[in-house]
């Protein structure tokens, strides 16, 4: 488990994407960049194996605004053993630079007491796919919530005269978070990296359009950092336990045995129906064709406990919902959903129940309920058949 201790006022921004190459790097240390010079006290946490953070620090001037840098390997391949990272308490903003390749069942480590998570995404078939599994996983294994609008996407070196950037343009289109904004693939990033600056610190006239973009990346950055940290925001899904052998109880025992007897009972009354009251040795099959054929199921079901045809909450609910429409706005839901039993609709918003099922997630074509720790995915117009 990675840990970040610090000042009460600390404020953490992630920027990570599992795929090496995507920018991560220079998108950190130019949000390091601008809070520092917007007069915070600011580090940048170099975590990524090739330290390129680090060494945009070194060539950093002194008669710069201040950044600390503090270079940490994540040891996480020992998941027995806790990481801390200790800021110190001067500092109120903390960059972090996660690593590549970070596996889906860290990303919580990085995520979780994060003010803001930023993935940036390259206009490539590759990084596109990579991306939507980093942000699936975010979204589903670490939780993120997409209420509080923390994650953000970022599309990076784009080019709007390409092919390529009209694909990532129509992948960002279907996503349902926030697309933060679009930086263009230009190399004044380049040339203030190899001066340790940030894009805010280069000449106006240079930047121009550079820094135009940028406004609505720090627009969303700072609303972000405005809005306190809440339980939503810290929490920390239970890792999954290794599978317990059960207990049985009594009604694992008794149910089944029940359910014998009952059979037994059904099969010997239907043999002596079949015979006549005398002639026991009678062996005439046309007694056994003239017996309704609905009567075995219904006498066996009525000498049955309820509780020896279980049927799962989740099975329920997703025989009678289904979910036929979904919208996202201003970081919340609204959720169309029809009742298969009653063939009527009903809407509700992300914060409502539903029979008791609290709406934990939803996407562009799904929603997950979640009620007495079971979880239930309605898919948009999904067709259950029939039994």
Known sequence: ??????????????????????????????????????????????????????????????????????????????????????VPEDIDYAVVDAPAGLPADRLIDYSCGAHAIIVPVLPSDFDIHAASRLI??????????????????????????????????????????????????????????????????????RVGRDLAQWQVV?????????????????????????????????????????????????????????RGPHDTQSTDQSAMINIEPTALPELVIAKLPEQSLPVSAGSRLKKRWQLSGIAHRDGSSVLILRDRIEHTSRRINDDVDLDGWIVRDTGSDYALFARNGEEVRLVLNEDIGHD
């Open 1 to 86: 488990m990675l840990i970040f201790e610090g000042s009460a006022n600390l404020h953490r921004i992630v920027v990570l994407n599992p795929k090496g190459g995507s920018g991560k790097t220079t998108l950190a240390f130019n949000v390091a960049g601008y809070l520092a010079a917007t007069g915070r006290r600011v580090a940048i946490v170099d975590m990524d194996r090739q330290g390129s953070s680090t060494r945009w620090l070194h060539n950093r001037s002194s008669e710069l605004p201040k950044i600390l840098g503090i270079s940490v390997r994540d040891s996480g391949h020992d998941a027995t053993k806790n990481q801390c990272i200790v």
């Open 136 to 205: 699936s996983d975010l979204l589903l294994k670490a939780q993120v919530s997409r209420r509080n609008a923390r994650l953000g996407v970022i599309a990076n070196r784009v080019n709007e005269r390409t092919i390529a950037y009209q694909q990532l343009r129509r992948f960002l289109d279907r996503l349902s978070i926030t697309v933060v904004g679009r930086i263009r693939d230009s190399q004044n990033y380049a040339r203030a990296a190899q001066c340790g600056l940030c894009i805010h610190e280069m000449p106006p006239s």
């Open 218 to 274: 720090s627009r969303w950055l700072e609303s972000r950092l405005a809005m306190p940290l809440t339980r939503r925001d810290l929490l920390r899904p239970a890792a999954a336990a290794p599978p317990r052998r059960r207990r049985r109880s009594w009604t694992a025992v008794v149910i089944p045995a029940a359910a014998a007897v009952a059979m037994f009972g059904v099969s010997l009354w239907l043999w002596s129906a079949t």
